[in-house]
């Protein structure tokens, strides 16, 4: 029976370097609205195509990535994920243009553009497989213990930064619109993503450590996928990360559908709901951040406890939900999706927190291909998710013939969901204060940030 051993880097990361880190989340997040959103809008509305292709298409993209634990265990062996980083960002970078290319090809010949946007699309999904995995395996293996829950919340927080910016700024230069217009945005956007990784990442990774860390020994990759799963914690998490974030990403085609049907809301209503939910989840994860770094010297698995009260909170959100629907239009609908999104955001970056601690495990060595099994059951339960909302909502409305009985079934469910997911959470043993192993070398983050 062999021991655990906990990733001891000789200097961590600095707040500095965690916030260069989340820069390349950010340019991974950029990248991925053009190719999951705008293309998907133009593929729909410009083309005049049936809202399936585009679905099937970004289902791809998620459907690849079950790709992640090789890519991981490529990182782990190669001894440098930096190189994996960047070449998954320059992958991701020529899809997402490639992608763009296809629509314009779609006009003239269907099926050649067709065949092409979904190469394009299964090579997004590997190159935010091996991006993406490996940024994660870095931080885990580099950061310092009290330092994750931080660094989970900056990374993220910074995702959606780059979203929102990447959104107002392509959707003010797309117009007037052309296909052309759009393969330049695209391919500016890759390019000035890969721009920014590069320099995001320059010197980091060699950066946490003062000495050449000894040469892991090259193992084949099935025989690490083996030992993952053998270990009773990765098994019950990576149960945890696809049931957890299905009840997650179930609500996404759900929400604004409930208000305008049972609310009576415009669409420019059930938007702003769209918004208000968002504001709760990056305010849920700033706090899990900002207490999780506070307490995480003081109060041993503060992010398991986040995670457990994440999941509760979110399942009681969904509960009123569905009262909601019985309730309609005598319901504070607005505050109820705010404090789901609250919840959800406590849970995600709990959850990306406890996901790092338990990455490094064993000297952090596994990282990559244990980050790998987990992305790979995010990116399934993300795939799945949307697609079962619908479903679940058109056969209860075909039983039922109610849509509020129809949308109560549906948030019943993913309550349930995530009730399960904070049941099966209580036995993950993961604590911050059984890692913290080695000091941090500055008590002053500000100051170290400006280092």
């Not at 009123?320 to 629907?325: D, E, G, R, V, Y």
């Amino acid at each position: 029976m062999h021991t655990l051993r906990i990733a001891k880097p000789a200097i961590s990361l600095s707040w500095l370097a965690i916030m260069r880190l989340g820069l390349v989340q950010a340019a991974l997040g950029s990248v991925i609205v053009l190719t999951t959103s705008t293309l998907n809008r133009v593929l729909i509305v410009e083309l005049s195509l049936a809202a399936v292709i585009p679905g099937l298409l970004v289902g791809l993209h998620y459907a690849v990535q079950i790709s992640r634990p090789v890519w991981g265990h490529k990182s782990d062996n190669g001894g440098n994920r930096t190189v994996w980083i960047i070449g998954g960002m320059c992958v991701l970078a020529a899809s997402g243009t490639a992608a763009s290319a296809s629509a314009l090809l779609m006009e003239t010949k269907f099926g050649l553009g067709l065949a092409s946007a979904i190469l394009a699309f299964a090579f997004i999904g590997f190159g935010v497989g091996a991006c993406g995995t490996s940024l994660l395996a870095l931080l885990a293996s580099k950061a310092a213990p009290e330092r994750r829950a931080a660094a989970a919340t900056i990374v993220w927080m910074m995702m959606i930064a780059g979203i929102v910016i990447t959104a107002i700024v392509s959707g003010s230069l797309l117009d007037p619109f052309s296909f052309e217009r759009l393969i330049g945005i695209t391919g500016a956007t890759g390019l000035i993503a890969i721009a920014v990784t590069c320099l995001a990442v320059a010197g980091v990774e060699r950066m946490a450590d003062t000495k050449a860390p000894r040469p892991r020994k090259k193992r084949p990759f099935i025989a690490d996928l083996k030992e993952t799963w053998n270990d009773s914690e990765a098994r019950l998490f990576t149960v945890f990360v696809f049931m957890s974030m299905l009840a997650y990403s179930t609500q996404d085609l759900i929400l604004e559908p409930f208000g305008g049907l049972l609310f009576g809301l415009t669409p420019g209503e059930t938007t702003k709901l769209s918004g208000a939910q968002h504001g709760g989840i990056l305010l849920g994860m700033a706090l899990v951040g900002i207490l999780g770094t506070l307490l995480a010297r003081k109060k041993a698995r503060i992010l398991r406890h986040f995670t457990i009260w994440g999941c509760v909170c979110s399942a009681i959100a969904l509960g009123a939900l569905a009262i909601a629907a019985f309730a309609a239009p005598d319901w504070p609908l607005a505050a109820n999706i705010f404090l789901l999104g609250l919840a959800n955001g406590v849970f995600a970056v709990a959850a990306i927190g406890t996901m790092m601690m338990l990455a490094s495990q064993n000297g952090g060595e596994q990282a990559g291909i244990r980050m790998g099994v987990w992305g790979a059951a995010q990116a399934l339960s993300f795939g799945l998710g949307g697609l079962m909302g619908t479903v679940l909502l058109d056969a209860a409305r075909a039983l039922t013939k109610s849509d509020a009985h129809s949308f109560m079934s549906v948030f019943g469910f993913e309550a349930v969901l995530f009730v399960m997911s904070a049941l099966v959470a209580t036995g993950l043993r993961a604590s911050p204060s059984a890692h913290m192993n080695h000091p941090s070398f500055s008590t002053d983050p500000v100051l170290e940030a400006a280092e």
